[in-house]
T-cell receptor, first 111, second 117 residues
């Protein structure tokens, strides 16, 4: 069974701080996706990483896929209150239609 | 930008009642999905639908659940006899191609919060 574990589960920080969220598995994934979900809304795709070791940047967000394609990280530089939300990693299950979602990291950024 | 729309946003029902959750996927998408998220838990796959039939379903998707695409635009999830443990956010999603490929991301609706009392 493919599982994705995220850490930390909760994170409360002040505006301007940096943070890193981790997504780990014992299984290899062909790609991993990161979503942000705000209260009352569905998950919104931020990025997909495909190649082992790949780094992608989206403004202040930096995403990295592990060399072995078993883990990924999301680093936010100078966090802002607008970054508040639930961050989810997800990966495709082998030979099926479904996405497997991680346990989620709930981020709260205080002004 | 086109989006997936879901109705209602909140549905309260009594245990044992039937509910139908409605979704309008993005118009040129071919694959449709239902996921659910019980409060405080992970987003879980329920079912995928392609070419007017179920292509895959999870162990959660038992005989109480059914999906239908009654016309060219709507995609529905029916729960025949709701149980307390069916209380969750239900998300519809769609994609252009098979959603587990990196170049065909899923687009999610804003969900229906189902409360079974």
């Amino acid at each position: 069974t493919q599982l994705l574990e995220q850490s930390p589960q909760f994170l409360s920080i002040q505006e301007g701080e940096n943070l890193t969220v981790y997504c780990n598995s014992s299984s290899v994934f062909s790609s991993l996706q990161w979503y942000r979900q705000e209260p009352g809304e569905g998950p919104v795709l931020l990025v997909t990483v495909v190649t082992g070791g790949e780094v992608k940047k989206l403004k202040r967000l930096t995403f990295q896929f592990g060399d072995a394609r078993k883990d990924s990280s999301l680093h936010i530089t100078a966090a802002q209150p607008g970054d508040t939300g639930l961050y989810l990693c997800a990966g495709p299950s082998n030979n099926t239609d479904k996405l497997i979602f991680g346990t989620g990291t709930r981020l709260q950024v205080f002004p | 930008e086109p989006e997936v729309t879901q109705t209602p946003s909140h549905q309260v029902t009594q245990m044992g009642q039937e509910v139908i959750l409605r979704c309008v996927p993005i118009s040129n998408h071919l694959y449709f999905y239902w996921y659910r998220q019980i409060l405080g838990q992970k987003v879980e796959f329920l079912v995928s639908f392609y070419n007017n039939e179920i292509s895959e379903k999870s162990e959660i998707f038992d005989d109480q659940f059914s999906v239908e695409r009654p016309d060219g635009s709507n995609f529905t999830l029916k729960i025949r006899s709701t149980k307390l443990e069916d209380s969750a956010m239900y998300f519809c999603a769609s994609s252009e191609a098979r959603g587990n490929s990196y170049n065909s991301p899923l687009h999610f609706g804003n969900g229906t919060r189902l409360t079974v009392t």
